[in-house]
T-cell receptor, first 117, second 114 residues
Framework: AQKVTQAQTEISVVEKEDVTLDCVYETRDTTYYLFWYKQPPSGELVFLIRRNSFDEQNEISGRYSWNFQKSTSSFNFTITASQVVDSAVYFCALSEHGSGNTGKLIFGQGTTLQVKP | KAGVTQTPRYLIKTRGQQVTLSCSPISGHRSVSWYQQTPGQGLQFLFEYFSETQRNKGNFPGRFSGRQFSNSRSEMNVSTLELGDSALYLC?????????????FGEGSWLTVV
């Protein structure tokens, strides 16, 4: 069965601290895609990154980095030198290639990140 | 270019009424999907449309329906509203309804049922 687990419900850090948001997924597909989205209070889900199951290279984009490990079915997200503007709810999501092959996303429960000044 | 646009942004309805929410996808995107977000259930997939056809449907009662027009714009309808339908309804678009396509979301429609 497909499932995404974000065990951290809420995280609070002080500005400039590094913070890692955990994401563990379950799927029987060999081809799948993982995503991270940011949701500020306005409600819009802002796309951050997409990674396919065949690409285990870690990725860095400015202060953001992602660590994909198939061996542990994890796709963790690290924010370096956090800023107040990073405060939001972050969602990890899974899209399976499998039968039906649609764009349906399965989301984790989200992690609320609060960055204090 | 313009993102996914949803209207209305906020609305309050009474139990038993029906509601229609609208979504305009990013220009060139032909796939539109809808998600419901509640504090208890999180983000749940409602349905997905492509070429005016529903391609996939989540586990929601028949009171939830949708459609897509020839210009890719989409609407979703909820009939006989219940208190539990209070939620943020998010519309998303992508180029094609294919796994792995990046899906972009709108700001959502906040529905309150009283």
């Amino acid at each position: 069965a497909q499932k995404v687990t974000q065990a951290q419900t809420e995280i609070s850090v002080v500005e400039k601290e590094d913070v890692t948001l955990d994401c563990v997924y379950e799927t029987r597909d060999t081809t799948y895609y993982l995503f991270w989205y940011k949701q500020p209070p306005s409600g819009e889900l802002v796309f951050l990154i997409r990674r396919n199951s065949f690409d285990e290279q870690n990725e860095i984009s400015g202060r953001y980095s992602w660590n994909f490990q198939k061996s542990t079915s994890s796709f963790n997200f690290t924010i370096t030198a956090s800023q107040v503007v990073d405060s939001a709810v972050y969602f990890c999501a899974l899209s399976e290639h499998g039968s039906g092959n649609t764009g349906k996303l399965i989301f984790g429960q989200g992690t609320t990140l609060q960055v204090k000044p | 270019k313009a993102g996914v646009t949803q209207t209305p942004r906020y609305l309050i309805k009474t139990r038993g009424q029906q509601v229609t929410l609208s979504c305009s996808p990013i220009s060139g995107h032909r796939s539109v999907s809808w998600y419901q977000q509640t504090p208890g259930q999180g983000l749940q997939f409602l349905f997905e449309y492509f070429s005016e056809t529903q391609r996939n449907k989540g586990n929601f009662p028949g009171r939830f329906s949708g459609r897509q027009f020839s210009n890719s714009r989409s609407e979703m309808n909820v009939s006989t509203l219940e208190l539990g339908d209070s939620a943020l309804y998010l519309c998303a678009s992508s180029l094609l309804p294919v796994s792995g396509n990046t899906i972009y979301f709108g700001e959502g429609s906040w529905l309150t049922v009283v």
